[in-house]
């Protein structure tokens, strides 16, 4: 028998969401129903994950539960903070993901969760407003309100421990300042000055969540954790963090789609991505300082991928352009369309059209429930800082200033395999499964 390094899954697991918007009802709703045996948690890995472990003729096929000690889903209690009142029914209702055969037979649970009142500036999220706002404060006291809030809902649901997801909005694009993100104690004076330039409100939220002694999880493509204040801070709480961007649909396929360009070397000259969706986050994303958010995640993959200092004569002049466009017909069910243009052999060129109508939460809430999840085993791993095993989940992987990122989804699949046979006391290996 190899030893687990994982200490077991006692008592409940809170998960405090920030955004009680499409994605968060989704996950959550699929959780109830789960639950309850009425549906099941398809795309989770950690839910319904078959993998390999040993090797030749050792090796054995087994459930990821059944390998680490996944928490159970019947353990785990759902919080939230939003801007809007409404609880998790309304906003499951409002967010129109699912049908009400699908939300009705959990509409008890849903309607138990109140969100708490948002630390929200609505100069990051120009499009949006709602009430459910805490007082005007400065940063640093709004931040001992959010961790009163984990508190109250880690006491009042008794749980064992709490792991906080921002599902919540992209904020407005605000690049790294050194002076203020590049130490944790630089981070803290601009957080008591007040400095709500620099410091945005999902930050806040990240520091609650660390000093509570929670595992951070950034499911948006904000800078939030993705500075060295943060990762100072992980360290110091001994923390794990994760992120950036929940990679659900486009750019899940161009991760799939370039490594098979460079490993063939095929060329690249063009990749054309656009999008329509008509839900909220779409409304958010139409304010161009968001969009640019996105838009910066969005470009990395395939920059990454497609890596121009290994081969110049096939990636250093491509054109490449990502575009979204809010279409209210379309609610949450996003259309993208891929147009690639390549060369081959004697630089003869083609075209590639990906045309994926696909359901934009449908797609998020097993990222963001396995998210969770691996947050709270690494946790009782004992692991801290950056979860690089996670950048399977992720659009932006979120990784340390001299070394690069890996977004190539089966080599990110590998790395998550790998970390899970790792903690289960397995050697990691590079076998053909
Ligand atoms: N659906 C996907 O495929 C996908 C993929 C990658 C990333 N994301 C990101 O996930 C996030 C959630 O997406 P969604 O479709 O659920 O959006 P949504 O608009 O339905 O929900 C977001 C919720 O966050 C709330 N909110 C905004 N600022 C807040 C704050 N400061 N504090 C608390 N609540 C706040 C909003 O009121 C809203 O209800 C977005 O940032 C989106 O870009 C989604």
Same mark, same amino acid.
Not at 66 to 69: E, G, Y
Not at 279 to 283: E, L
Not at 340 to 344: K, N, T
Not at 406 to 412: E, I, N, P, R, Y
């Given at each position: 028998?190899?030893?687990n390094?994982v200490?077991?899954?006692?008592g409940k697991?809170?998960?405090?969401c920030?955004g009680l918007?499409a994605?968060?009802t989704?996950t959550?709703?699929g ?7 009425l549906s ?5 890995? +950690?839910c319904?994950?078959?993998?390999r ?7 054995i096929?087994?459930e990821v539960k059944?390998?680490?000690?996944i928490?159970?889903?019947h ?9 809007y009142?409404d @609880?998790?029914?309304? *906003?499951?209702?409002k967010?129109?993901?699912?049908r009400?055969?699908d939300?009705?037979p959990?509409?008890?649970e849903l309607?138990q969760?109140?969100?708490?009142k948002?630390l929200?500036d &609505?100069s990051?999220a120009t499009?949006?407003?709602g009430? @459910?706002v805490k007082e005007?404060?400065?940063?640093w006291e ?5 961790? &009163?809030?984990?508190? =109250? ?5 008794n749980?064992d421990?709490v792991?906080?997801?921002w599902?919540?909005s992209?904020e ?5 300042d050194?002076k ?11 957080m008591? *000055?007040? $400095?709500?330039e =620099?410091?945005?409100?999902s930050?806040?939220?990240a520091? +609650?969540?660390?000093r509570e002694?929670?595992p951070?999880? %950034?499911g948006a493509?904000n800078l939030c954790? $993705?500075?060295?204040a %943060?990762?100072?801070? +992980?360290?110091?709480?001994? %923390?794990p963090?994760?992120?950036k $961007?929940f990679?659900?649909g486009?750019t ?5 789609l370039a490594p +098979?360009?460079f ?5 690249v000259?063009?990749?054309f991505s656009?999008n329509i969706?008509g ?5 958010v994303?139409? *304010?161009?300082?968001?969009?640019e958010?996105k ?10 991928i ?6 110049p004569?096939?990636?250093s $002049?491509?054109?490449h ?6 279409y209210p017909p379309?609610?949450d069910e996003?259309e993208s369309?891929d147009n ?5 052999w004697?630089?003869?060129p083609m075209t590639?059209?990906? @045309?994926?109508l696909?359901?934009d939460?449908?797609?998020a809430?097993?990222?963001a ?5 691996f947050s709270?085993?690494a946790l009782r791993s ?6 690089d095993f996670l ?6 992987p979120?990784?340390?200033?001299n070394?690069?990122p ?7 699949f590998a790395?998550?395999?790998n &970390?899970?046979?790792?903690l289960a006391g ?6 053909l499964?």
């Open positions: 028998m190899k030893e390094r200490k077991p899954s006692n697991l809170g998960v405090m920030v918007g994605v968060t989704t959550i709703a959780v109830l129903m789960s639950r309850k045996g099941k948690p398809i795309g989770s890995f +950690a319904e994950g078959i993998m472990l040993g090797k030749g003729s050792d090796k096929y087994k059944h390998i680490l000690p928490a159970p889903l353990d785990i209690v759902f919080g939230a903070w939003d801007i009142e @609880n998790g029914y309304e *906003a499951a209702v967010a129109n993901v699912l009400s055969s939300i009705d959990i509409k008890d309607t969760i109140q969100p708490y948002a929200f &609505k990051y499009n949006i407003d009430p @459910n005007p404060a400065t940063r709004q931040t001992e309100e959010l961790r &009163k809030d984990i508190r =109250h809902f880690k006491e009042a649901n749980c421990r792991v906080v997801i599902i919540a992209t407005k694009y605000i690049p790294r050194e203020v993100h590049g130490s944790l104690s630089s981070f803290e004076a601009a008591k *000055a007040d $400095d709500k =620099h410091i945005a409100p930050m806040c939220y520091y +609650a969540a660390m002694g929670c951070f999880v %950034m493509p954790i $993705d500075i060295p %943060m990762w100072e801070l +992980a360290n110091e709480t001994k %923390m963090i994760s992120g $961007d990679k659900s486009q899940m396929m161009k991760t799939v +098979a360009f490993t063939r070397q095929l060329g000259t063009g990749w656009t969706l839900n909220r986050d779409g409304i994303l139409d *304010a161009p300082e968001n969009f958010t838009r910066r995640s969005k470009m990395s993959a395939v920059e990454n497609l890596d121009s200092d290994i081969y004569q096939l990636y $002049d491509i054109y352009k990502v575009r979204i466009n809010y379309r609610g996003k369309w690639i243009d390549i060369f081959g004697m630089g003869y590639i059209k990906v @045309n994926f696909c359901r939460s449908i797609l809430a097993p990222i429930l396995d998210l969770i999840l709270d085993i004992g692991l801290y800082g950056i979860q950048s399977f989940y992720c659009k932006a979120m990784h340390a200033d070394e690069k890996v977004h190539d989804l089966f080599k990110q790395m998550l395999k &970390k899970i046979r790792e397995y050697e990691a290996d590079q076998e499964d």
